[in-house]
């Protein structure tokens, strides 16, 4: 599985800004399909994940502010990014994996990883 991530860029704070991730290959096998984010000299989190039929998850910062959603086909994962704060200021990174285990995705666990997109917010 391949993933293309498109739609970063910089934007003020309180603007917006939706990221998408395009996948291809065996799609057929994705599950899970999410959204890493990693600030400099920061750690890597989890910033919201979507699974068949499964409950979304979004970290507790995001929440109100972010909408993560996927295509019927599957082909495509957006994150809607709302009142953007300078602290969102962040590479951001789709990954895709082929079951569903949070406790490992909070792990990195990921089968499938994007190359990113820097988003900035400036204040």
């Known amino acids: 599985v391949h993933l293309a991530e498109s739609g970063g860029g910089l934007v003020l704070a309180g603007g917006s800004l939706t990221l998408s991730c395009a996948a291809s290959?065996?799609?057929?096998?994705?599950?899970?399909m999410g959204w890493y984010r990693q600030a400099p000299e920061k750690d890597r989190e989890l910033v919201a994940m979507i699974s068949d039929g499964e409950p979304t998850f979004y970290r507790d910062s995001v929440k109100g502010r972010f909408t993560i959603s996927r295509d019927n086909a599957g082909n495509t994962v957006n994150l809607q990014m709302n009142s953007l704060r300078p602290e969102d200021t962040a590479t951001y990174t789709c990954?895709?994996?082929?079951?569903?285990?949070?406790?490992?995705?909070?792990?990195?666990?990921?089968?499938?990883w994007g190359k990113g997109t820097l988003v900035t917010v400036s204040s």
């Open positions: 990954a895709a994996a082929d079951d569903y285990d949070p406790i490992r995705f909070l792990g990195y666990g990921m089968d499938y």
């Open positions: 290959g065996s799609i057929n096998s994705v599950v899970s």
